[in-house]
């Protein structure tokens, strides 16, 4: 599993309220992601980080923020849930440039918001 | 904007048949073409990658063709079993250390 850990691995919360879900690793890796995982699109790139408080957005960033304040965790926040940000959220981990392509994923987090 | 395409969307093979997925590109500086392999419940996880300077690459019973000059490439599964019984997702590297994946494949393979 590369100590990769996402809490909560489930929730439900209604339209409106904030949302933080969070990744922790054990590893020092460098680099660390957040994807969504939705029928038909794959896997979507939200936010990344190359870095303690370094980040960066990804192709599906609008409706998120991120933080990064210690090496081993990197947080997503939805600052207001909306529907369409039901979906189960993935983090993964590379340890270094040129090797990015290989990443190792967390368990997931089942968000549904209602 | 999906910039890895991949199909079909799903695929239905026989024990021992060679279930093939396919994916095309558009953006020549891709550096890495990984492809991912999930099982339900569980995070995606890396199976096989290849550069582009390389025509075919494999790793046990996968095997990845690449086409840089038809930007296409596809991962070939001999002698499949139904422990194959998965989602794949092709992908591929850009600058900036990030991956954009394809939309996958389920696969299921029959006893």
């Known amino acids: 599993d590369a100590g990769i850990t996402q809490s909560p691995r489930h929730k439900v919360t209604e339209t409106g309220t904030p949302v933080t879900l969070r990744c922790h690793q054990t590893?020092?890796?460098?680099?660390m992601y957040w994807y969504r995982q939705d029928p038909g699109h794959g896997l979507r790139l939200i936010h990344y980080?190359?870095?303690?408080?370094?980040?960066d957005k990804g192709e599906v960033s609008d409706g998120y923020s991120v933080s990064r304040s210690k090496t081993e965790d990197f947080l997503l926040t939805l600052e207001s849930a909306t529907s369409s940000q039901t979906s189960v959220y993935f983090c993964?981990?590379?340890?270094?440039?040129?090797?990015?392509?290989?990443?190792?994923f967390g368990p997931g987090t089942r968000l549904t918001v209602t | 904007q999906q910039q890895v395409k991949q199909s079909p969307q799903s695929l239905i093979v026989q024990k021992g048949g060679i279930p093939i997925i396919n994916c095309a590109y558009e953006?020549?500086?891709?550096?890495?073409f990984p492809w991912y392999q999930q099982f339900p419940g569980k995070g995606p996880a890396l199976l096989i990658a290849?550069?582009?300077?390389?025509s075919e690459k494999k790793e046990g019973r996968f095997t990845i063709s690449f086409n840089k000059s038809a930007k296409q490439f596809s991962l070939h599964i001999m002698d499949s079993q139904p422990g194959d019984s998965a989602t794949y997702f092709c992908?591929?590297?850009?600058?900036?250390?990030?991956?954009?994946f394809g939309e996958g494949t389920q696969l299921t393979v029959n006893p």
């Open positions: 992908a591929a590297e850009t600058s900036g250390s990030r991956l954009t």
């Open positions: 590893e020092n890796h460098r680099y």
């Open positions: 980080s190359y870095g303690v408080k370094d980040t």
């Open positions: 953006n020549t500086a891709f550096d890495y």
């Open positions: 290849i550069r582009p300077d390389v």
């Open positions: 993964a981990i590379s340890w270094a440039e040129g090797r990015s392509y290989e990443q190792y």
